[in-house]
């Protein structure tokens, strides 16, 4: 309660009072943090200083000119505010509330019972238990005096305090020291709000920076991985394309994205039918396809999955694992075959020796003798080329380095080829006089040289030319014949592991398919290089270089 003492200055000690008060219910708001005990707590510091039998506090919305209950406590018990109708404000005058909002100045009122009775007005008459009547239809209120003070922020009216009393009736003193209370309450529901914000701020930039760095780390990811990835939009244009993909295709993210997926992978609208498309959630299957990707012939494992911003698709190059896969199966059929002919003619000839020998002709007998020395001969060759293509996978060839007097070599291995060659077959040899000697492995030279002119004469049908020069800091040997030559598809694929062309043809003389792999693996070794140039139907030159010594 609000008393005067008896001394010179009443009103001065009264107003220390009310600052004392106000000062110490600014503390005791102010260490509130949460709105609704803002209200209790402006609630108890009422309850010391003003009579009261109910409490309401209400926000005033200038956007929907609504009045809505905040905070009612009504003879002892806190109700719930939502069960309060939100009031419109009446701008002429009517309802006490109204009148508060717009002149923003408190208001006591004395003669409720009365007050009610006026037109203009909507007036409400709540009891202890939430039960709600509108007056005066029913019955005068229980009400008799009440007080309205206007919550402000920044001089506009936001809301406003009724103290409503059954008995007093109040006193300006008593509407100072509420409207007073009013400010301070008004200001802790503020600071409180205002933190309250804050945090809400502060929660919702900490998520959104926690979503960033996992959208962060989840595009490192994407960009980290060896398969190659890309989103497709559903109109076909790539909308992100990552590193791995880069590095497959050898087509920049800068040049796929926002292109249609066609410009990278040229037959993609038939290929896309046979990528089985995965929901999401759902393990997807791959399918492995050959793709054209600018000039190069790739195998490229493709998965895609449906995402919301298109389909994402996976794909690695399994160019090499297929290559295995054709090799392996390329050396079980080339073995196989190349073996069973001339096993089957030791074999013949061994068993004839072996059953009719002493019957047969000397000189028969003889022949039989030199195809078996001839086909064993064969068996070991293919024997060779096969154990040496794969110590030559595994590295484990030593190839020497030393100069290697070149025309030296090129006449042993014309002069070891004359010897098998056919009558028919010419080999022409013309060695510059200043070749000078290369840098390499003697052995190996001439290996390679012997299965050049080996292919020439088994070929090219007779006649071969071997070549023998110095170019630009080279040495270089060239082996020509003037047979069918190699059509211009065949002529990179021939130095693959078991490739054959047109080995399906029953005139093509036998051959593993190794020689000219093994030739350029050795000639690799030594720095230098073997090339086919061809006019089909004027026949091939094999070029070998190697570095000057
Ligand atoms: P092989 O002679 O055992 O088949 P190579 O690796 O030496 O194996 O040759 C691979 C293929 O290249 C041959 O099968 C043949 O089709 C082709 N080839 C090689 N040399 C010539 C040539 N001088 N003229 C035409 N084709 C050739």
């Not at 389909?311 to 896969?325: I, K, M, P, Q, S």
Request: a negative charge.
């Amino acid at each position: 309660m609000v008393t005067s003492r008896a001394d010179d200055s009443p009103d001065l000690a009264r107003k220390a009072e009310i600052a004392e008060l106000l000062l110490h219910a600014a503390r005791r708001l102010g260490e509130t943090l949460e709105p609704e005990r803002v209200y209790d707590t402006f609630h108890d510091l009422l309850v010391g200083v003003v009579p009261h039998d109910g409490v309401v506090v209400s926000a005033y919305d200038e956007r929907d000119d609504l009045i809505h209950c905040e905070y009612a406590w009504v003879e002892g018990n806190r109700l719930d505010p939502s069960t309060f109708p939100p009031v419109p404000l009446n701008r002429t005058g009517g309802g006490m509330q109204s009148r508060v909002i717009v002149t923003g100045e408190p208001l006591v009122v004395n003669d409720v019972e009365e007050v009610v009775r006026q037109p203009g007005g909507t007036f409400y008459d709540v009891d202890s238990t939430g039960e709600m009547r509108k007056l005066p239809d029913v019955e005068p209120p229980g009400t008799k005096a009440a007080m309205m003070a206007p919550v402000k922020e920044e001089g506009r009216v936001i809301g406003v305090v009724q103290l409503m009393s059954d008995r007093a009736s109040y006193t300006p003193e008593q509407l100072e020291l509420f409207d007073g209370l009013v400010g301070q309450m008004a200001a802790a529901v503020r600071t409180v709000r205002l933190q309250k914000e804050r945090r809400r701020l502060e929660a919702a930039e900490a998520a959104a920076r926690a979503i960033a760095a996992e959208r962060e780390t989840a595009a490192q990811v994407v960009e980290a991985v060896a398969d190659g990835i890309f989103l497709l939009g559903d109109d076909g244009t790539v909308l992100l394309w990552n590193r791995a993909a880069e590095l497959i295709t050898a087509v920049r993210a800068s040049e796929a994205r926002g292109r249609p997926i066609a410009s990278v992978f040229p037959n993609w609208e038939t290929l896309a039918a046979q990528i089985p498309v995965a929901e999401p959630g759902v393990t997807p299957r791959s399918a492995t396809l050959p793709m054209d990707v600018g000039g190069r012939d790739l195998w490229l494992s493709f998965s895609g999955v449906q995402s919301a911003a298109g389909v994402v698709y996976a794909f690695r190059d399994v160019t090499g694992e297929r290559r295995l896969e054709e090799e392996k199966s390329d050396f079980i059929a080339t073995v196989s075959h190349e073996l069973r002919t001339p096993m089957a003619a030791v074999y013949g000839a061994a068993q004839t020796l072996l059953q009719r020998g002493e019957s047969l002709e000397p000189a028969r007998a003889r022949d039989l003798l030199v195809m078996i020395v001839n086909q064993a001969s064969r068996l070991s060759q293919i024997t060779e080329e096969v154990l040496l293509a794969g110590r030559l996978d595994r590295g484990e060839v030593r190839v020497q380095r030393e100069p290697v007097d070149i025309a030296d070599v090129t006449r042993a291995a014309v002069e070891a080829m004359r010897e098998q060659i056919p009558p028919s077959a010419a080999i022409d040899v013309e060695i510059d006089s200043d070749v000078g000697p290369a840098e390499g492995d003697a052995d190996r030279i001439q290996q390679v040289l012997v299965n050049l002119i080996d292919n020439a004469v088994k070929y090219g049908g007779g006649q071969v030319r071997v070549r023998v020069e110095r170019a630009d800091g080279h040495v270089r040997v060239a082996v020509a014949d003037s047979g069918p030559g190699i059509a211009l598809a065949d002529q990179e694929r021939i130095f693959e592991k078991f490739y054959r062309a047109d080995p399906q043809l029953t005139t093509a003389p036998h051959g593993t398919g190794l020689g000219l792999y093994i030739s350029r693996e050795l000639v690799r070794r030594m720095a230098g290089r073997i090339e086919v140039s061809s006019d089909p139907a004027r026949g091939a030159t094999f070029c070998v270089e190697l570095p000057q010594a």
